[in-house]
């Protein structure tokens, strides 16, 4: 099955600094990723999606300067948390786009961020 | 807004077969139906898809209306491992409901 990974798996940075994310589709390309966060006991909530080559589309209520998305690649989309405060503190999840007619999302194994 | 309609929460005793409905009733006529889950701390993980026919993979089978509006998922032999929250999707909507959390008893 498809595999996509994250890096780094969990991150602890202090107020004020940024922290990228990565999100790598190992086995296959994905022209769309997308960008999800997940506060604990609730559902995920999409950020952004993500289409290579081109600037990212964001949810309502995402701050596009806040979380910087970049998708330079097939294989790779980055998510920049930029002057992180505690708030920020969440669980970060990836995911990619398998191609047409298929269109399954594969899912990363996530990233927990804590912002002290 | 997730556009999908799923029970909160389910009980299944170990070994039996567990069965999630989902509501999609504004689904196209060619938009698939996705199942994924979600296991406590992890990334969901996908389970199964189908555009109109019923499905069967390795983990599930997954059993759609003939209108098309409503689908079930399978689990045969439901084990402890398979407690987790289970979301339905469709098509290009990619926002997810609170799914349903499936909860196996031993």
């Known amino acids: 099955g498809a595999v996509v990974s994250q890096h780094p798996s969990w991150v602890i940075c202090k107020s004020g600094t940024s922290v990228k994310i990565e999100c790598r589709s190992l086995d296959f390309q994905a022209t769309t990723m997308f960008w999800y966060r997940q506060f604990p006991k609730q559902s995920l909530m999409l950020m952004a999606t993500?289409?290579?080559?081109?600037?990212?589309?964001?949810e309502q209520g995402v701050e596009k300067d806040k979380f910087l998305i970049n998708h330079a690649s097939l294989t790779l989309s980055t998510l920049t948390v930029t002057s992180a405060h505690p708030e920020d503190s969440s669980f970060y999840i990836c995911?990619?786009?398998?191609?047409?007619?298929?269109?399954?999302?594969?899912f990363g194994p996530g990233t927990r961020l804590l912002v002290l | 807004d997730a556009k999908t309609t799923q029970p909160t929460s389910m009980d299944c005793a170990e070994g039996r077969a567990a069965n999630l409905p989902c509501n999609h009733s504004?689904?196209?006529?060619?938009?698939?139906v996705y199942w994924y889950r979600q296991i406590h701390s992890q990334g969901p993980q996908y389970i199964i898809h189908?555009?109109?026919n019923n499905e069967t993979n390795e983990m599930a089978s997954l059993i759609i209306t003939e209108d098309r509006k409503s689908s079930t998922l399978i689990l045969p032999h439901a084990t402890l491992r398979d407690t987790a929250v289970y979301y339905c999707?469709?098509?290009?909507?990619?926002?997810f409901g609170p799914g349903t959390r499936l909860s196996v008893l031993p």
């Open positions: 999707t469709y098509g290009q909507n990619f926002v």
């Open positions: 993500s289409n290579e080559g081109s600037k990212a589309t964001y």
């Open positions: 189908g555009l109109k």
């Open positions: 995911s990619a786009r398998d191609v047409a007619p298929r269109e399954t999302q594969y």
């Open positions: 504004t689904i196209s006529g060619n938009e698939y």
